[in-house]
């Protein structure tokens, strides 16, 4: 099971974060080669204001990309299988970096463009599949910490490329067209891995009706003597479907019986995005500089934002099935209201002592801490817990579509929110954290331990009364 995780992970989330994090070491660089590429096409020198939009459709084209990807993810994951699926996702990398290694040699920075857009339909499939597969093949005693492999392998993405992109390594201006084509080893690593692995048993018992490869299957992943019990729990839920077919998006927005579980991961998908998670980052290097440290070494503290994540991710992964879901992600959530709080006050009162700087530092670091150890990793893990199989993949299509638009429409208003409302927009990311607790603590039942059908029925008493 650990190693299905790792065989779905370095090609699926890992590339998410990867690629979010790759981009920003060779800025200038990408800079400087627009401008010769405009000089030597057009003779003539590239407007400021056009260097900006170019770079901005550059960096921004990812997101469009991954709302693509998390359109046709879900339908991916039903036509060719979970595993399938993330086996032609590959296909999607490799193209994307050879397209992205040759726009520099060939002086096409339309070739970025399409890598760019490529990569991020690559990484939109895969934030919407891996956790569906993982998900799927965890039993459930182990489903919560099994679930928290797409948050450490995210998190795992944006430390190695944070690392990666170092001026020393592939961040210097030489190697910046190697740095952005090396997503294709991810990509080679879980072609030559995952076929090794089963497809999860419940799309072959369920959607395939195949019950010889999904006993097969469960005996590799829960060994001969176990593998019974986990078999009952899927023929039940089989029984209960009827032979439902899988259900379209648009399907499950007319469906009361999921009701209540469709605006859980709306609410819960715009709460991790909008939290306030992407101010951080972006208040970031004004505060490590307000704290004396240089323009050099700021690079170097960053990867202390990375690493952060990922110890968090890989500390809920432990936690999260002796907690429970509930307690972490609401405490996440409280911990981020509070310093949102000292945030709002230390940015405030930055001038007036030395030592307020660090304070602001500690409580960007606490933020990051607080984020992973709730909303970042319990998600994506809620969404596979809450849906039973006819519905969970058009509920990842629904979560990953609003999780992309919110994260294009934060990195396009963002730099407004901050200039109009400075250090008091933690203040907007205090409320949003505040009231999407409290949703959470009034409508999300504890999951830790249960059946999907259990599930299921906990949330029938809201879709359909008390008395259900």
Known sequence: LFLAVCAVGIGGTFQYGYNVSIINAPTQHIHRFLNETWRSRYHKELNPDLLTFLWSVIASIFSLGGLCGALVGGSMAIRLGRKGALLMNNIIAILASILMGISFPTGLFELLVAGRFLIGINSGVGLCVQPLYIGEVAPKHLRGGMAMGSSIFLTGGILTGQIIGLRELLGGELYWPLLLSSSCFPAFAQLLFLPWFPESPRYLLIDRSDELSCAKALKRFHGSSEYQKEMEDIQQECF??????????????????????????????????????????????????QAGIT?????????????????????????????????????????????????????????????????????IFAFILSFGLGPGGITNTLTAELFIQSSRPAAYMIGGTISWISFFTIGMLFPFIVNGLKQYCFLVFLLECSLVASFIFFVIPETKNKSFLEIKKEFDKLNFGRNK
């Open 240 to 289: 209960a479907l009827n032979g439902e077919k899988p259900k379209k998006p648009w399907q499950l927005f007319t469906d009361c019986g999921v009701r209540w579980q469709l605006l859980t991961v709306i609410v819960m998908t715009m709460g991790q995005q909008l939290s306030g998670i992407n101010a951080i980052y972006f208040y970031a290097t004004y505060i490590f500089e």
């Open 295 to 363: 323009a050099e070494e700021i690079p170097y503290v960053t990867l202390g934002t990375g690493a952060c994540e990922c110890l968090t991710a890989l500390t809920c992964g432990l936690l999260i099935d002796y907690v429970g879901r509930r307690h972490l992600i609401i405490g996440g959530y409280l911990l981020m209201t509070l310093w949102s709080i000292v945030l709002t006050f230390s940015l405030t009162y930055q001038e007036l002592y030395s030592w307020v700087p660090y304070v602001s530092m500690a409580s």
